[in-house]
């Protein structure tokens, strides 16, 4: 019986291996490559230069502040405790927790910050009213960190980010009433009263600055009209006074400050400070006397690992060192600048431009006090000072700013096409 077609054995066609077909390896290798390009884009999509240059300048801050501590701190803490690396071990914890923080908040949405911004000043203030119950501890007369056990915070730090994003969600949704003042001062007025009056309550005038600055410039990135903020000007500028020669501490070194410091008495107390900063800077020179070299450090400056660790910087780096820094923080400010130039959202704006005021604004605070451009105010540098609440909620509020940069459609980058392979080819 002659097989038919149907009871013929089939042959088996063999399946050509990627290794015996060099075309179908090609082709299966940019496929995979293909697919994890793809995957790669999607875990950092939207990050383009603007987010990399703010990112990479805020680590690279918080790593030079990190040595600075180091070398600033050393000679103190072996006083205090024997142990030369206290306070930069602390100040490394507090970089640990606070950096995954701002990787985390880069990935949160717009949304999210709108829509908890009330939350999150309500918990703000809740801390600050902490620091009047016996859980407050006064530090050279400020009364504005709280203690429980070895943990200790300054809540002020947290209420200046809740400040920023909260003024956002709300003047977002008065877009179109804010030509009426009542529209704009409620609640806007009375919150900002109660969060200025907690912190100066606390008799911490630098803080309080920085939160007025901070308001104002987001008050006038949402539109306000000028006229409105004529009055709360004035009131400000009469109530400084005022409120400045309340303390006899503030008295006497704004008093100090404006004389000169011209006097003997007036440099062995409340011109110590200011002084010794200003010879660690001019001992410096151009080059600097080398890292670790500070003779400042040796118990001549007060707080040389905190307010005036910029000191210790134009001491041991010099001119240029203290330059550098400088420039970072101008890299910084441009760079928020420009999220806030090209972003189309109102809250991304406002709450952006509060972030930045507080920020560089701090840092050039902080420079001109121990240049003895201002009084003492006893506000750190923000990303460099020893600190562990300051680090942690600077580096948040540059990941807030980042995650707008994420969604931010300038800076988005296409997906890429998929890869054509040769087996599809005819």
Not at 52 to 81: D, K, N
Not at 137 to 161: M, T, Y
Not at 172 to 182: G, M, S, T, Y
Not at 384 to 401: D, Q, R
Request: hydrophobic share 55%; with cysteine.
């Amino acid at each position: 019986m002659a097989d038919t077609p149907s009871s013929l054995p089939r042959r088996r066609t063999p399946r050509a291996s990627p290794a015996a077909d060099p075309t179908l390896a090609e082709s299966s290798l940019f496929s995979a490559n293909g697919a994890a390009v793809v995957r790669v884009k999607k875990i950092f999509a939207a990050e383009g230069s603007t987010f990399f240059v703010v990112l990479g300048t805020a680590l690279f801050l918080t790593v030079f502040g990190l040595v600075m501590v180091l070398s600033s701190s050393s000679v103190e803490q072996y006083v205090a405790t024997h142990d030369f690396f206290g306070a930069f071990v602390r100040q490394g914890i507090f970089a640990a927790i606070g950096v995954p923080l701002m990787l985390i908040a880069t990935r949160a949405p717009v949304s999210f910050w709108q829509k908890y911004s009330w939350h999150f000043l309500g918990l703000a203030l809740f801390l600050q009213l902490l620091v009047f119950t016996p859980l407050g501890v006064d530090i050279q007369g400020n009364r504005n960190w709280i203690h429980i056990g070895s943990f200790s915070a300054q809540p002020s730090e947290f209420l200046k980010l809740a400040l920023a994003i909260w003024i956002g969600a709300i003047l977002v949704r008065k877009q179109n009433k804010l030509a009426d003042w009542k529209q704009v001062a409620v609640p806007l007025v009375p919150v900002v009263l109660i969060a200025v009056a907690l912190v100066m309550r606390g008799g911490d005038l630098g803080t309080t600055l920085i939160i007025l600055m901070e308001v104002g410039v987001a008050v006038f990135l949402a539109g306000v009209p000028l006229r409105f903020l004529v009055v709360p000007l004035i009131a400000i500028l009469v109530m400084i006074p005022v409120v400045t020669l309340g303390g006899n501490s503030r008295t006497s070194r704004i008093s100090a400050w404006l004389s000169g410091c011209s006097t003997a008495e007036a440099y062995q107390s409340t011109c110590w400070q200011t002084t010794h900063g200003i010879w660690a800077l001019a001992s410096g020179g151009v080059f600097g006397v080398g890292l670790g070299n500070s003779k400042a450090k040796w118990s001549w400056l007060p707080e040389a690992d905190n307010d005036f660790i910029f000191a210790i910087i134009g001491e041991e780096l010099g001119l240029i060192g203290a330059c550098v820094v400088l420039g970072l923080f101008i890299v910084l400010a441009v760079s928020f600048f420009k999220v806030v130039r090209r972003s189309d959202d109102a809250f991304v704006r406002i709450t952006t431009g509060a972030i930045m005021m507080w920020l560089i604004g701090q840092a050039f605070v902080n420079v001109a006090v121990v240049l003895g451009l201002l009084p003492v105010l006893g506000v750190p540098l923000p990303l460099i000072s020893a600190g562990g609440s300051s680090l942690i909620f600077a580096l948040l509020a540059i990941g807030v700013v980042l995650s707008f940069v994420r969604q931010s459609p300038t800076s988005s980058i296409p997906a890429a096409p998929a890869r054509e392979t040769v087996g599809s080819l005819r």
